[in-house]
């Protein structure tokens, strides 16, 4: 049985939550690596900040490429949505202005349901 077009859209807005949810996650890792983690080292001579931080933040921006990847295969993203949406993962801060972006995919797509 085919799925019907109700459940596709659940299916997405699910994804949709969900990539929010890491990219807040892999922004906030990422705010913590440059501006936490990194005076530490430099200023404090802290150097197991970075030690710390740095594979949290990785493995969370790896989380995110690969939910990207799940996002954009199953639901109609154009590629600039696809690029900007990587761009945005190597700006600081960016992570806040793409989960604004991803809310707004998620209301479009309810609102279509």
Do not use: C
């Not at 996650?25 to 197991?48: C, S, W």
């Amino acid at each position: 049985m085919p799925p019907t077009t109700s459940t596709v859209h659940a299916s997405e807005r699910n994804q949709l939550m969900q990539m929010r949810r890491v990219s807040m996650l892999e922004g906030t890792t990422l705010v913590a690596l440059l501006f936490v983690a990194v005076p530490l080292k430099h200023i404090a001579g802290y150097p197991v900040a970075v030690t710390v931080m740095g594979p949290v933040h990785g493995i969370a921006f790896l989380l995110y490429v690969w939910m990207l990847l799940q996002t954009v295969s199953g639901a109609d993203w154009s590629r600039r949505e696809i690029t900007r949406a990587v761009i945005v993962a190597f700006i600081p801060f960016g992570a806040f202005v793409n989960e604004r972006f991803l809310r707004q995919k998620q209301a479009a797509l309810d609102l279509s349901a």
